[in-house]
C-alpha cells in the first residue's frame, strides 16, 4: 500500500505565475489535510478536505489560494500568482477519517511539495 | 480556537542523556494527542498517539508519553537519546469540536555524539 503521494517534490515558480501542488492520499484514504511548514513557525492547518467537500478552510489565505479534492484523482492546493513569501514547503496528510474515541486514527503525511518562488 | 505550545524550540542533548519535550494544549474538552516526528529531509511520522485509556502511551523507538488532562499537558519522554534521534518533533491535538489536527511549533533536537 503505497503511502501518501505529493508530486513535485520540489517546485520553482517566478513571481506572478501559478503553482499547482498534487496530493494522492493513502488507499481507501477519503479526508485530505494541507499544511505549510516555515521554518521556526511549525506546521500551520491551510484546509481539510473530503471528496467532493472542502470541510474546513479556515487556515487559508483569503486571496490566490484555492484546493480541491475531486471524486477522481489527486487533491490540488494551487497558489495563484505567487508571491516571494509563498516559498515554504507544503505538505499533505490523509486519513480515512479522523474518528472519536477508539476509532479515531492519525493522519499520514506525505514528503512534502517544496515551493521556492524566484 | 484550539492552540498548541511546545516550550522549547531547540534542545542539545549528550547520548544516553534522559529527554522531556513539553506540549501543552488550549481546549479542556476531550481531545486526541500526537507525537509525530520529522527527521532531516524526510516527512513526518507518528511516534505515539492518545485515543483513551491509561495515559501514559508507548511509541516507536522508546519514546512515552503521558497525558495528564488537568494539566492540559502530553509531554514526550525518552529515558535514553540516542544520536540517530536527532530531529524535530511536533506535538498535536485534534478537539472533538471538529476534525483539524492543529500542531504546535516543533522543538528541533540536537544530540551530540
Known amino acids: 500500500n503505497a503511502g501518501v503521494m505529493q508530486n513535485p517534490r520540489h517546485l520553482v515558480r517566478r513571481r506572478g505565475q501559478e503553482a499547482r501542488l498534487r496530493c494522492s492520499p493513502m488507499?481507501?484514504?477519503?479526508?485530505v489535510y494541507w499544511y505549510r511548514q516555515l521554518p521556526e513557525e511549525g506546521l500551520k492547518f491551510m484546509v481539510y478536505l473530503q471528496k467532493e467537500n472542502i470541510i474546513d478552510e479556515s487556515g487559508m489565505p483569503k486571496e490566490r489560494f484555492s484546493a480541491e479534492f475531486p471524486k477522481e484523482g489527486p487533491s490540488i492546493l494551487r497558489i495563484q500568482q505567487v508571491v516571494r513569501g509563498d516559498s515554504a514547503a507544503y505538505f499533505c496528510?490523509?486519513?480515512?477519517?479522523?474518528?472519536?474515541?477508539?476509532?479515531?486514527?492519525?493522519?499520514?503525511f506525505g514528503q512534502g511539495t517544496r515551493l521556492t518562488v524566484v | 480556537a484550539q492552540s498548541v505550545s511546545q516550550h522549547n524550540h531547540h534542545v542539545i542533548l549528550s547520548e544516553a542523556a534522559s529527554l522531556e519535550l513539553g506540549c501543552n494544549y488550549s481546549y479542556g474538552g476531550t481531545v486526541n494527542l500526537f507525537w509525530y516526528v520529522q527527521y532531516p529531509g524526510q516527512h513526518l511520522q507518528l511516534l505515539l498517539k492518545?485515543?483513551?485509556?491509561?495515559?501514559l502511551v508507548k511509541g516507536i523507538k522508546g519514546f512515552e508519553a503521558e497525558f495528564i488532562k488537568s494539566k492540559f499537558s502530553f509531554n514526550l519522554r525518552k529515558p535514553s537519546v540516542q544520536w540517530s534521534d536527532t530531529a524535530e518533533y511536533f506535538c498535536a491535538v485534534k478537539d472533538y469540536r471538529d476534525d483539524k489536527i492543529i500542531f504546535g511549533k516543533g522543538t528541533r533536537l540536537h544530540i551530540l555524539p
Open positions: 492518545y485515543f483513551s485509556g491509561d495515559p
Open positions: 488507499k481507501g484514504h477519503s479526508h
Open positions: 496528510a490523509s486519513s480515512p477519517r479522523l474518528g472519536q474515541g477508539d476509532s479515531g486514527t492519525e493522519a499520514f
